[in-house]
T-cell receptor, first 111, second 116 residues
Framework: QKEVEQNSGPLSVPEGAIASLNCTYS??????FFWYRQYSGKSPELIMF??SNGDKEDGRFTAQLNKASQYVSLLIRDSQPSDSATYLC???????????WGAGTKLIIKP | SAVISQKPSRDICQRGTSLTIQCQVD?????MFWYRQQPGQSLTLIAT?????????ESGFVIDKFPISRPNLTFSTLTVSNMSPEDSSIYLC?????????????FGPGTRLTVT
């Protein structure tokens, strides 16, 4: 069974520091990897996706993918209180475009 | 990214009744999905809505309980039938968009359902 694992947290990070969120997946055939942010009471919002090994940067966010070790991570630089949310990792391995979801990591940025 | 709207945004329903949730997208999309999210939990895929044919349901979800329609590439409905308190949840419409080799999936604002 295909699985995506995340630490549920909460992960507490001081304002201005780097928040590091991790995700591992079981299916070696996985090809696409996504990070979503979900504020309480809101729907998930796509913030990053990555397909190739290495780093992908977008503003304060960096996604890192290591297919050999089957993990993907999200770094948030200069963390702000507004970054406090649950971060969901999702992986697509098949041709039907369905995503396999992690349980999410709750991130708290402390002023 | 596609703009997705859902109606209603929330509802309180009595047990044994049915509710139909509508999902409208501002552009034609190939993939549409319906998810459920229980409070404090991650997302559970209910089904893939197929245009012009029967939806593809995930394990644990059946058409009699969650009938889905998708008459065209911009619209879908999910009905929650014969509701019980266990159906209280947030129901989310999601669309998948292909842009060359890239694939992205976006969510509507959700429908918060409470069954009493």
């Amino acid at each position: 069974q295909k699985e995506v694992e995340q630490n549920s947290g909460p992960l507490s990070v001081p304002e201005g520091a780097i928040a590091s969120l991790n995700c591992t997946y079981s299916d070696r055939g996985s090809q696409s990897f996504f990070w979503y942010r979900q504020y309480s009471g809101k729907s998930p919002e796509l913030i990053m996706f990555i397909y190739s090994n290495g780093d992908k940067e977008d503003g304060r966010f960096t996604a890192q993918l290591n297919k050999a070790s089957q993990y993907v991570s999200l770094l948030i630089r200069d963390s702000q209180p507004s970054d406090s949310a649950t971060y969901l990792c999702a992986v697509n391995a098949g041709s039907n475009y369905q995503l396999i979801w992690g349980a999410g990591t709750k991130l708290i940025i402390k002023p | 990214s596609a703009v997705i709207s859902q109606k209603p945004s929330r509802d309180i329903c009595q047990r044994g009744t049915s509710l139909t949730i509508q999902c409208q997208v501002d552009s034609q999309v190939t993939m549409m999905f319906w998810y459920r999210q229980q409070p404090g939990q991650s997302l559970t895929l209910i089904a893939t809505a197929n245009q012009g044919s029967e939806a593809t349901y995930e394990s644990g979800f059946v058409i009699d309980k969650f009938p889905i329609s998708r008459p065209n590439l911009t619209f879908s409905t999910l009905t929650v039938s014969n509701m019980s308190p266990e159906d209280s949840s947030i129901y989310l419409c999601s669309v998948g968009a292909l842009d060359g080799p890239s694939y992205e999936q976006y969510f509507g604002p959700g429908t918060r359902l409470t069954v009493t």
